[in-house]
């Protein structure tokens, strides 16, 4: 069974730091690219960003970049998204999903998380 589990949600002040885990099971993490995403009450999905398999390739929506930085721990199956300099802005619930090549777009994406919530107080 395909699982993705995130973790490392709360709140924090804003310019505080938090880092995201994404933990994978059930399929072949090697073969596969993991995105973040995330939604705020009342929005749309946005992505976030995404690591490739091999770590080839990242993708950084414009709004994180310069302070998120994504990274991949094949021995752990895991994804991190370490936040830093956080914004009201970033309040959302994040998600992590699968899919066969990196992308800003949701629509590409499956096997998701049940999300970790984000709250970046001012």
């Known amino acids: 069974e395909v699982q993705l589990v995130e973790s490392g949600g709360g709140l924090v002040q804003a310019g505080g730091s938090l880092r995201l885990s994404c933990a994978a099971s059930?399929?072949?993490?090697?073969?596969?690219?993991i995105g973040w995403f995330r939604q705020a009450p009342g929005k749309e999905r946005e992505g976030v960003s995404c690591?490739?398999?091999?770590?080839?390739?990242?993708y950084y929506a414009d709004s994180v970049k310069g302070r998120f930085t994504i990274s991949s721990d094949n021995a752990k199956n895991t994804v991190y998204l370490q936040m830093n300099s956080l914004k009201p802005e970033d309040t959302a619930v994040y998600y992590c999903?699968?899919?066969?090549?990196?992308?800003?777009?949701?629509?590409?994406?499956?096997?998701w998380g049940r999300g970790t919530q984000v709250t970046v107080s001012s």
């Open positions: 059930g399929f072949t993490f090697d073969d596969y690219a």
């Open positions: 999903a699968a899919s066969g090549f990196c992308s800003g777009s949701y629509v590409y994406f499956g096997s």
């Open positions: 690591i490739s398999s091999g770590d080839v390739d990242t």
